[in-house]
């Protein structure tokens, strides 16, 4: 793990930040590293840094934590080649890059709504002052005078970050080669914090001690992720895609859900990353239900309204374990696995049988209604389970039939949803989606019957998951 790394792992317990919260900071820190690795590392110095300046004055070191991992998420939405351009910047590109301030406020809102205040206005306190115009806030007149406060602590750590590590060629920052020149830089744009410069640099804190070494630290440019962390987030990119799997909604008119669904699926998540690892360990299917029950506990755990769906963790594991055993490095034809995973369910075992049935319970608990149904079969294997379910059907609800066969037949409506992503243009991820209901529905045995659009959006769900394991392109949803 690299250093930085270890250093946040490390502030996380020292400050008790719980796992919940965790996982949300870095599903969020996951999509910035794999953007451009280095405003990643400029996210992590400047949330170290800002706690510790945060405990020096003895204010809050959760709020800076946050607000300095979280201040650069809005440059997701800028093009690399303005992003990553080392010299030659113009009007243009320095006006794309003034809308970070207003997309970090959007991206983290809902997650944290007073870090992401102090993250709307750290761009404010220079002498070119941006946005101009800022959201209504939320927060009375005393809250907001806080969040100024903050938002200027804010801007001097991440001031003082560009000043130490910023290396463009045509950088302001290019002539401060020693620590005195850069000590002066940062007095002379920053008149009004000067006391508190002189105190931090006195303390160590600038210039000194560990943040010291923080200036000197050179991460390795190998981005990948290990296999397990590459599960996980791709169940996350799926599972908080959801919402844009239904004929009846928009995704602007419902970007507070995404972001509610992307927070439950970070927790989510972490179940596969531990299935993912578990099966590495024992490369057997037995106990692999254990995982869905802990994703459906942090289901209920997250504190966000709604809930990924547990029709669509029971989809997605068996596929996730077939990728998983029998062909992790996605080099295969993956039409193959859901045959794969239709057969590792009968090498499942009775205790995953009582996974799944308390699984189920628990997602009633959530709901508050016996929605999922579950049988105390005497069997000896999920498979037999599924088999046993269906011959309880009515055989007149033809969303619990299609439920059933997906784990019986091999999966034929996931594959067919899988079969449509595989097929479309590569920049257009929405037309899949809606390629892929439209191919569902017109299936001969849902045409003329009621089929729940929720259970075909499961379907969609769990055939872009294996998308997103096989895809060789980058892009999901096009900006045209």
Not at 84 to 99: A, L, S
Not at 183 to 190: S, Y
């Amino acid at each position: 793990m690299a250093i930085l790394e270890e250093l946040l792992d490390k502030k996380f317990q020292e400050l008790e930040i719980n796992e919940s919260q965790k996982d949300i900071l870095k599903f969020y820190l996951d999509f910035i590293k794999e953007k451009d690795y280095t405003t990643y590392s400029h996210s992590i110095r400047v949330g170290l840094l800002g706690a510790e300046v945060a405990s020096f004055l003895d204010t809050n070191p959760n709020v800076f934590l946050y607000a300095g991992l979280l201040h650069d998420i809005g440059k997701l939405d800028i093009e690399d080649e303005v992003l990553k351009k080392k010299f030659g910047f113009n009007e243009e590109d320095y006006e794309k890059i003034k809308e970070h301030p207003v997309q970090s406020y959007n991206y983290i809102k809902h997650f944290n709504p007073f870090a992401a205040e102090v993250v709307l206005r750290h761009h404010r306190h220079q002498e070119i002052a941006y946005p101009e115009i800022l959201p209504e806030s939320m927060f009375q007149n005393s809250t907001k005078v806080l969040i100024a406060y903050y938002s200027r602590v804010l801007s001097l750590v991440d001031y003082y970050d560009a000043l130490i590590n910023r290396r463009n060629k045509d950088d302001r920052f290019k002539d401060a080669n020693t620590k005195e020149k850069k000590k002066k830089i940062l007095l002379e744009n920053n008149p009004d914090q000067s006391t508190l410069i002189n105190h931090l640099y006195e303390a160590g804190i600038f210039g000194n001690g560990i943040f010291n070494s923080l200036d000197r630290i050179k991460i390795e440019e190998d981005k990948r992720l290990c296999f397990p962390e590459i599960e996980g987030k791709n169940i996350m990119l799926a599972a908080s895609l959801e919402p844009i799997y239904r004929p009846d909604m928009d995704l602007e008119d419902n970007k507070k859900t995404l972001e509610k669904f992307i927070a439950k699926s970070t927790s989510v998540s972490r179940a596969f990353v531990h299935l993912t690892k578990f099966l590495n360990k024992t490369k057997s299917p037995k106990g692999i239900y254990q995982y869905l029950y802990e994703a459906q506990l942090k289901n209920e755990m997250e504190k966000h309204d709604g809930e990924v769906s547990p029709s669509l963790l029971e989809f997605t594991l068996p596929l996730v374990a077939a990728h998983i055993l029998y062909d992790p490095k996605s080099e295969k034809n993956p039409f193959l696995l859901f045959e794969k995973a239709r057969e590792l369910l009968k090498e499942t075992s009775e205790q995953d049988v009582e996974w799944l049935i308390k699984m189920r319970q628990k997602a009633n608990k959530i709901r508050g209604k016996e929605k999922y149904r579950f049988y105390f079969f005497p069997v000896n294997n999920v498979y037999d389970y599924y088999l046993k379910e269906l011959a309880e059907c009515d055989f007149e609800d033809i969303s619990t039939i299609a439920y059933n066969r997906q784990f019986t037949e091999g999966f034929k409506d996931i594959r067919l949803a899988f079969r449509y992503f595989q097929r479309s243009n590569p920049e257009d991820f929405i037309k899949k989606v809606v390629r892929s209901y439209n191919a569902i529905f017109q299936r001969k045995n849902y045409k003329d019957k009621n089929l729940d659009y929720r259970l075909a959006a499961d379907f969609i769900t769990a055939g872009a998951y294996l998308h997103l394991s096989y895809k060789k392109e980058k892009v999901l949803i096009s900006k045209k």
